[in-house]
């Protein structure tokens, strides 16, 4: 006979921090943690050659990190999938202060943290095995809008946006804006959007 397995629990980390958690139901129950994108940092890592060691890729990934966003790779934690079938791999990275010290407290307070992510990824890890080779994949979030386009299976681009209903532009004019920064100007892959403010992009 199998055993029941509860589902973990999810803490979601806002933009403007995180919230107050609670005691577990019981000592060891497993928890994840979701953080706002609008926290997160996305980029494309372009598949590089001669790297050796995952040592070499942490420091090639930082070098990006800082060149792109002008900030101390140190105080942020920086994660990539490094796929050896892809020219290229969708890299993000959280504040130091978020991905280290919360799953701090939550142990402190008798959780089991299992991993923290940010939303995109979390939505894309759940939706990605039912999406097509090229995609445009959204998050409609309610703090943000994260579009990230796919093609023939590799990351071209990834952008976090303000939320659709608070935005200058809509869902479309988004679209079109990030194609062409990626380069994709005749045609955009087509869109699948998940989220809380999905219905807003109809």
Do not use: K
Not at 25 to 30: E, F, I, Q, T, V
Not at 73 to 78: G, N, Q, S, Y
Request: hydrophobic content about 45%; overall charge positive.
């Amino acid at each position: 006979m199998s055993r029941f397995r509860p589902e973990p629990v999810e803490w979601h980390v806002p933009r403007r921090g995180a919230l107050p958690l609670s005691d577990p139901p019981r000592p060891g129950a497993a928890i994840e943690i979701s953080v706002s994108d609008a926290l997160a940092r996305y980029w494309i890592l372009d598949c590089p050659a001669g790297l050796a060691s995952v040592a070499e890729l942490d420091l090639y990934a930082a070098e990006r990190f800082a060149a792109l966003f002008g900030e101390d790779p140190a105080r942020w934690v920086l994660r990539y999938d490094p796929d050896p079938t892809a020219r290229a791999w969708l890299a993000c990275a959280l504040p130091a202060a978020v991905a280290v010290d919360l799953p701090r407290r939550a142990a402190e307070r008798g959780w089991r943290p299992r991993r923290i992510q940010p939303q995109f990824v979390r939505a894309y890890n759940r939706h990605c095995r039912r999406l097509e080779r090229t995609v445009a994949f959204c998050l409609a979030g309610e703090e943000s809008t994260t579009i990230g386009l796919i093609v023939d299976g590799c990351w071209r681009n990834v952008r976090v946006h303000p939320p659709l209903d608070r935005s200058r532009a809509d869902f479309a004019t988004l679209l079109r804006r990030d194609c062409r920064q990626a380069g994709l100007a005749e045609i955009c892959p087509p869109p699948v959007i998940v989220g809380p403010l999905a219905q807003v992009t109809a």
